[in-house]
RNA sequence: GGCCUUAUGGUCAAGAGGUUAAGACGCCGCCCUCUCAAGGCGGAAUCACGAGUUCGAUUCUCGUUAAGGCUACCA
């Protein structure tokens, strides 16, 4: 067959060449090394955690090589297209401080970069060239079959094509056709799908170097999977190898899922005869589901697998990114051990290690890794973290913090910025629940507002009317603690742990029973922060006002 | 059905042909302490199974099993 004259009848309307691409867009003057990576979502949904794992990978590792981090957007999939999605992507990547170099900002914005467009569905003159070049050195056909519209007809043939075949046929009829044939299907305005005139040998193999997987044998490819579908729009394998050839891409990052169809890919960089760029593999995220099967994180079941969830719940920026960064190198842990205050961005990050199998996402570690930031926080990074939160997601409770700025800082400075800080908040909507007794957001009145179960009522009567005469203000920790001592010792109650454990039956009970007492009066809490500070924050008046209010529970 | 991938405690995992098989989260205990958190100390808990290679295998090979994925004109 002539194929010049096959894809002039396909394609009469393109006349440029792909060297004019390849010209056009040339080679990036990026210091050596530089590696050029991108995120390339689909508009389809919200950013997924998953993306954000694998942006963490190229903003990382762009960053250390000095190369560029650019955002395509991929925008191929008509039918299921989200309105915002870009932009809402776009912004995550910021917001968790991955922007982006170069690229696609959001809908309507004005793109960064000499390498655009970078939205998909705006290169469709692009895709066609290459198309064209394809068909004319015999490496692409036209196929005119009916295709399956949904989900379901699809999967049903498939199943039949395996009870009947035994296999699924991977060589298109189409393949077969004869220039009369496609010429009379062109006449007749017969829509095409355009697809790979597939050369593989299933029976060989080549190796492969895959940055987390390493050395691997891979079959060749064998399926005649398609370039552009008949909508004039390709999907993802055809778009990715003109995009990332003309965008100079030199690391793919992808999820594992992509593996078994690396080979096609490969192809048809082969096909074109461009050098494909190195990839990584990456595992994907799952979690225990509700019948301890793992599973992969599902946008539609888990709230955690949209990023927005953890600013929703209020996890600061660098908790979500330590996570992940714990995640994926494990050796982070070490080096954060050791370099406790330096940015996660000074690790050294390294794509190769990267582990293989798929993690589950765990919430205690999140907590864990988040409680270890925000301990680092000072009390003016907290303030400012904490109202910007509430401001969107609490406003109620952000009007409280902020009714009194100083007030509010000296609460969550309780133990903060000293050698060993409390490591109570993971995450911003923690500190309602954690310190409301101090802005008013507990009822003294209500006596299911106290933690009494256990408490005998009469003896925490007891220590805290006795108590009202006891305080002041004024006293330093050593002597308000030595006060409460002496009156502890002459209510009944020990001061000393070991008499105490000795013999308990001695005493009333201990002087951490008064203390007890004395935090359930004034927060309604049996645990809480430091005593002492908690009182001098909340001043006199309050406290002796709380301790009033519990002598009228009954 | 075929193909691909993975398999170290509950979770994240380091690890190497010979190790008392790191470390972290979680859990338990003790210490400290006004409680909690933190901190200190300690504990329980792991190499999926079966062959083969080897003096020796958790590590290499092959099977089995399990889990996940792909097999779309979705990405």
Same mark, same amino acid.
């Given at each position: ?126 895709? #066609?060239? =290459? &198309?064209?070049? !394809?068909? *004319?050195? %015999?490496?692409?056909?036209?196929? +005119? ?5 949904? /989900? ?37 305005? #017969?829509? =095409? &799908?355009?697809? !790979?005139? *597939?050369? %593989?040998?299933?029976?060989?193999? +080549? ?5 987390? /997987? ?60 461009? /050098? ?60 954060? /051990? ?217």
């Amino acid at each position: 067959m002539d194929y010049k004259k096959l894809a002039e009848l396909l394609y009469p309307d393109v006349d440029k060449t792909i060297d004019y691409y390849l010209k056009k867009y040339p080679k990036r003057n990026l210091p050596n090394k530089a590696e050029v990576m991108r995120i390339a979502p689909s508009p389809t949904g919200y950013l997924h955690t998953g993306h954000a794992y694998s942006a963490f990978i190229s903003r990382a590792t762009t960053r250390k090589t000095n190369g560029v981090f650019y955002f395509r957007l991929e925008d191929t999939d008509q039918k299921r297209l989200i309105d915002n999605a870009g932009t809402i992507a776009y912004d995550m990547l910021c917001y968790y401080d991955m922007k982006p170099d170069e690229g696609y900002t959001g809908d309507n914005k004005p793109q960064i970069g000499e390498y655009g467009n970078y939205i998909q569905s705006k290169r469709l003159d692009i895709y #066609k060239c =290459f &198309a064209k070049h !394809l068909v *004319s050195i %015999g490496r692409a056909f036209p196929c +005119f079959c009916e295709k399956s519209e949904n /989900k379901e007809d699809i999967l049903n043939k498939r199943q039949e094509q395996i009870e009947n075949t035994g296999t699924i046929i991977d060589k298109d009829v189409c393949r077969n056709l004869t220039y009369e044939q496609i010429e009379q299907n062109i006449k007749d305005k #017969k829509p =095409f &799908a355009l697809k !790979l005139l *597939s050369c %593989g040998d299933i029976n060989k193999t +080549f190796k492969f170097h895959d940055l987390i /997987k390493g050395n691997r044998e891979i079959r060749q490819n064998t399926k005649d999977i398609v370039l552009v579908k008949s909508n004039g729009i390709p999907p993802y394998s055809f778009a990715h190898v003109v995009d990332d050839t003309l965008m100079g891409t030199t690391i793919v990052v992808r999820g594992e899922e992509w593996f078994p169809s690396l080979a096609s890919h490969l192809e048809i960089f082969n096909a074109f005869g461009f /050098k494909p760029p190195k990839y990584a593999h990456t595992p994907v995220i799952c979690k225990l589901d509700e019948n301890s099967n793992k599973r992969k994180l599902s946008k539609r079941k888990d709230p955690e697998a949209d990023v927005r969830y953890f600013i929703e719940q209020g996890y600061p920026v660098v908790s979500v990114m330590e996570y992940l960064l714990n995640l994926l190198n494990s050796d982070f842990e070490l080096w954060r /051990k050791n370099n406790a205050f330096t940015s996660y961005k000074d690790f050294d990050f390294k794509i190769e290690k990267i582990g293989s199998n798929n993690p589950m996402f765990d919430f205690n570690k999140l907590n864990d890794v988040s409680k270890n930031c925000i301990s680092k926080f000072n009390k003016d990074e907290v303030y400012q973290q904490l109202t910007t939160w509430a401001k969107v997601y609490d406003n109620d409770f952000y009007n409280i913090l902020t009714k009194d700025e100083d007030y509010t800082k000296l609460v969550l400075n309780i133990d903060r910025e000293n050698s060993k800080p409390r490591k109570d908040i993971a995450k911003w909507s923690d500190v309602k629940n954690l310190y409301g007794y101090m802005f008013n957001l507990f009822n003294p009145n209500s006596k299911s507002d106290y933690q009494l179960d256990g408490v005998d009522l009469q003896k925490l009567k007891e220590v805290c009317s006795c108590y009202i005469n006891v305080y002041n203000e004024n006293d330093d920790k050593q002597t308000w603690f030595n006060n409460i001592k002496d009156m502890a010792n002459s209510l009944g109650y020990a001061t000393d742990n070991k008499l105490y454990k000795e013999n308990p039956q001695n005493f009333k009970g201990n002087v951490s029973d008064v203390c007890m007492f004395l935090r359930i009066a004034i927060t309604g809490l049996k645990d809480s922060p430091d005593l002492y500070s908690i009182c001098s924050i909340l001043k006199k008046e309050k406290v002796v006002e709380m301790l009033n209010k519990i002598s009228l529970i009954k």
